[in-house]
Nanobody, 121 residues
Framework: QVQLVESGGGLVQAGGSLTLSCAAS????????MGWYRQAPGKQREFVAV???????NYKDSVKGRFTISRDYAKNTVYLQMNSLKPEDTAVYYC???????????????WGKGTLVTVSS
């Protein structure tokens, strides 16, 4: 099993910044992609950002230019730097990991328990 442990959520005023972290319990070679989803109250979970082991990075359109995803392969930790936060960014943020095809952990994606980000206006 792959365990993902998130940290860094909290309460921030609009315009402020937060950095989320997510550490995976397995080696980086076992994970091909790591990223973030979020779920606001009363809404469906939505994609936020992803970084893959071949260097691809994608963002939800509404966070482009404000959020930056990065991955430390030595620590197998993914980060989400969030700047210029808006009240509509308020949500529980979930880390996810997609195992490499030939990994012992392949066949399913793994999710963290989530960390709450609240942006006050």
């Amino acid at each position: 099993q792959v365990q993902l442990v998130e940290s860094g959520g909290g309460l921030v005023q609009a315009g402020g910044s937060l950095t989320l972290s997510c550490a995976a319990s397995v080696s980086a070679v076992d994970i091909s992609a790591m990223g973030w989803y979020r779920q606001a109250p009363g809404k469906q979970r939505e994609f936020v950002a992803v970084t893959t082991s071949n260097g691809n990075i994608n963002y939800k359109d509404s966070v482009k230019g404000r959020f930056t995803i990065s991955r430390d392969y030595a620590k197998n930790t993914v980060y989400l730097q969030m700047n210029s936060l808006k009240p509509e960014d308020t949500a529980v943020y979930y880390c996810y990991a997609e195992p490499s095809t030939y990994s012992d952990y392949s066949g399913m994606d793994y999710w963290g328990k989530g960390t709450l980000v609240t942006v006050s206006s």
